[in-house]
T-cell receptor, first 111, second 114 residues
Framework: KNEVEQSPQNLTAQEGEFITINCSYSVGISALHWLQQHPGGGIVSLFMLSSGKKKHGRLIATINIQEKHSSLHITASHPRDSAVYICAVPRSNFGNEKLTFGTGTRLTIIP | DAGVTQSPTHLIKTRGQQVTLRCSPKSGHDTVSWYQQALGQGPQFIFQYYEEEERQRGNFPDRFSGHQFPNYSSELNVNALLLGDSALYLC?????????????FGQGTRLTVV
C-alpha cells in the first residue's frame, strides 16, 4: 500500500462542474502539499495546509488530520484547469523534509 | 523574483556519459531538494541539501551526487548514465527556518539518455 494515495487517477468533466480530488496518507505529517503539474513538467505549489481549509480563487483545499485525508476542490471548472494534481506529504514532522508524492490525478475539463 | 530556475531545460546524453544539472532556489530559500520523475510516475526524492551538505537521501545509487554552493544554488551530477536515468529532474527550494514553509518547484530538466 502506498503511503500517499489519490483518487480518482483520472477525471474527465464538463466545464463548470465542481471537481473533487481526494488524498489519503498513512504516515504522520505536519502538513500536506497540493501541487499542479501541467504537460511539460513544471510543478506549481497550490497549497500547503496543516489543518482546516484554505481557499485561493476557485480552489479549495481541506484536511482532516485525524482521518489522514485531504481533498482538493475546484469550483466552476475551466479547461485551463486541465492538469495533473498531486498531493505530497513530508516524511517526518518537519515541514521541509523530503516529500512523498501521490500518484497524481489527471484532470481533463472539456469545454 | 524569478522563483526556482533550472538549467538546462532539455538535455540528450549518451549512455555512459556524465551530466550536471543546475538549480537556483527562490530568493531567500536555503534548502534545495532534487526529485526524479519518470514518465507517467510521481516524483521520487533523490536528496536534499542544506548548509552545503547533503542532509537526506532517497534510494538512489552513488552515481547520483550533488553539491550546494554558498549562494544556496545546487547541482545534481549523474555519472555513468543508464537508459533508465531518462526522466524529468525537478528541483524544489524551501526555507529551513520555520518548519512549515512551502516548497517551490522549478520547471525541471528533461534528460534523455540514448
Amino acid at each position: 500500500k502506498n503511503e500517499v494515495e489519490q483518487s480518482p487517477q483520472n477525471l474527465t468533466a464538463q466545464e463548470g462542474e465542481f471537481i473533487t480530488i481526494n488524498c489519503s496518507y498513512s504516515v504522520g505529517i505536519s502538513a500536506l502539499h497540493w501541487l499542479q503539474q501541467h504537460p511539460g513538467g513544471g510543478i506549481v505549489s497550490l497549497f500547503m495546509l496543516s489543518s482546516g481549509k484554505k481557499k485561493h480563487g476557485r480552489l479549495i483545499a481541506t484536511i482532516n488530520i485525524q482521518e489522514k485525508h485531504s481533498s482538493l476542490h475546484i469550483t466552476a471548472s475551466h479547461p485551463r484547469d486541465s492538469a495533473v494534481y498531486i498531493c505530497a506529504v513530508p516524511r517526518s514532522n518537519f515541514g521541509n523534509e523530503k516529500l512523498t508524492f501521490g500518484t497524481g490525478t489527471r484532470l481533463t475539463i472539456i469545454p | 523574483d524569478a522563483g526556482v530556475t533550472q538549467s538546462p531545460t532539455h538535455l540528450i546524453k549518451t549512455r555512459g556519459q556524465q551530466v550536471t544539472l543546475r538549480c537556483s532556489p527562490k530568493s531567500g530559500h536555503d534548502t534545495v531538494s532534487w526529485y526524479q520523475q519518470a514518465l507517467g510516475q510521481g516524483p521520487q526524492f533523490i536528496f536534499q541539501y542544506y548548509e552545503e551538505e547533503e542532509r537526506q537521501r532517497g534510494n538512489f545509487p552513488d552515481r547520483f551526487s550533488g553539491h550546494q554552493f554558498p549562494n544556496y544554488s545546487s547541482e545534481l551530477n549523474v555519472n555513468a548514465l543508464l537508459l533508465g536515468d531518462s526522466a524529468l529532474y525537478l528541483c524544489a527550494s524551501s526555507l529551513e527556518k520555520g518548519a512549515r514553509t512551502e516548497a517551490f518547484f522549478g520547471q525541471g530538466t528533461r534528460l534523455t539518455v540514448v
